[in-house]
Every structure is written in C-alpha cells, then in structure tokens.
T-cell receptor, first 111, second 113 residues
C-alpha cells in the first residue's frame, strides 16, 4: 500500500516540554524521510530529513529517529517554543520518487 | 536562487471556466510534483513530472485535470470546467533528483465561485 500513517493528529504541549510525532510507512524500499513544517497560510518547509543509512539525526532542538525494521520514524522537538506551533507532515517517498505525506500533526505550544 | 515560484498566488474562477496554475522549479531542478491541499487537511499527491515527461499521475482525477512540464518554461497544472469542489490550495514542489530534498512553492489558492 501507499499509506503513511502519522500520529497524533493534534498535540498540545506546555512551552519548554518535548513533542514527539510518529510516522509509519509501508514501502520497504523507501530510504529517505523528510519532515515538513507548515504554518497557517504558508508553504510546507523542510525542517529535517534522514536517510536510511543512519538511525538518528539531530539539528539543534529537532531530531529524527528511524527504525527501518519496524518501518517507522519519529520527529522529536525539545524545549518547545510558541513559534513551533504549526502543522507537521512526514513523508516517505514511494518507489524512490513519489512523496506520500502523512495526514499531519497540529502542534500547539502553550505559553 | 529564487526558490520555487508559483503563480498566480490567488485565482478566482467561475464554475465552468478553466484554471491554469504555473510552477517554475528551483534552478537546476528537473523534477516537479503537484499537490492539492483542502483547508485543514493534508497534502494529496497529484502528479510527478520530469522535463517533457509525466512520470506518475496516479493522484490526478481522470477528467478535467492535466499537467505538463515542457522543455522550456514552467510546469502547468490545468483544470478545465472547474467546479466548486476544485477550490483548494495547489502546491508545487521541485527537487534536483528523485529521492532528494523537495522544496515547495508558496502555492496557488484557487477559489471557484
């Protein structure tokens, strides 16, 4: 199948807490996993990505982990700030070319 | 590098008219993807093109919708005889190669009245 399942659909955290969003994919041939952030009325923007030859990648407060055996990958945001509030999408390219996006997670960081 | 450019940003069409959405990929990018996004929903894949070729159009409705990416000029998403249900944001993304980073344009918000 082509599904990329993303959970949770909504997530509220207190400022300073961590947020974790998980995605599960079905195509075992997928080997590139990007995460996008979309603020209201704006374009999706790439915030971090990971390739299948590594299990974890970190960029300041953002990290992504990948478990190829279980076919899932997760976005971790630490020390959340109000400006992190947005919708986050994972993607898993299928057949090495077609980006299939998850259904999105609406993150709200409460000040 | 100006990034992925889409125009127009907003487009209003009456039912039955045609809508043409344009996407100029980033310099050096030859792969273009089109997505549709309804309010409060996710990004639905429509079509993937390379220069002069449609690689995958499995997400495109069979009727009224077509896409092209000519040798010269932008990629065009064309919607004929628009209906109210076509109202959405249409995003284009481009990448240098398959399986590499894709960057999005600002989208075209189509409203059918």
């Amino acid at each position: 199948g082509e599904n990329v399942e993303q959970h949770p659909s909504t997530l509220s955290v207190q400022e300073g807490d961590s947020a974790v969003i998980k995605c599960t994919y079905s195509d075992s041939a997928s080997n590139y996993f990007p995460w996008y952030k979309q603020e209201l009325g704006k374009r999706p923007q790439l915030i971090i990505d990971i390739r299948s030859n590594v299990g974890e990648k970190k960029d300041q407060r953002i990290a992504v982990t990948l478990n190829k055996t279980a076919k899932h990958f997760s976005l971790h945001i630490t020390e959340t700030q109000p400006e992190d509030s947005a919708v986050y999408f994972c993607a898993a390219p299928k057949q090495a070319h077609k980006y299939i996006f998850g259904t999105g997670t609406r993150l709200k960081v409460l000040a | 590098n100006a990034g992925v450019m889409q125009n127009p940003r907003h487009l209003v069409r009456r039912r039955g008219q045609e809508a043409r959405l344009r996407c100029s990929p980033m310099k050096g990018h030859s792969h273009v993807y089109w997505y549709r996004q309804l309010p409060e929903e996710g990004l639905k894949f429509m079509v993937y093109l390379q220069k002069e070729n449609i690689i995958d159009e499995s997400g495109m409705p069979k009727e009224r919708f077509s896409a092209e990416f000519p040798k010269e000029g932008p990629s065009i998403l064309r919607i004929q005889q628009v209906v109210r249900g076509d109202s959405a944001a249409y995003f284009c993304a481009s990448s240098m190669d398959r399986n590499t980073e894709a960057f999005f344009g600002q989208g075209t918000r189509l409203t059918v009245v």
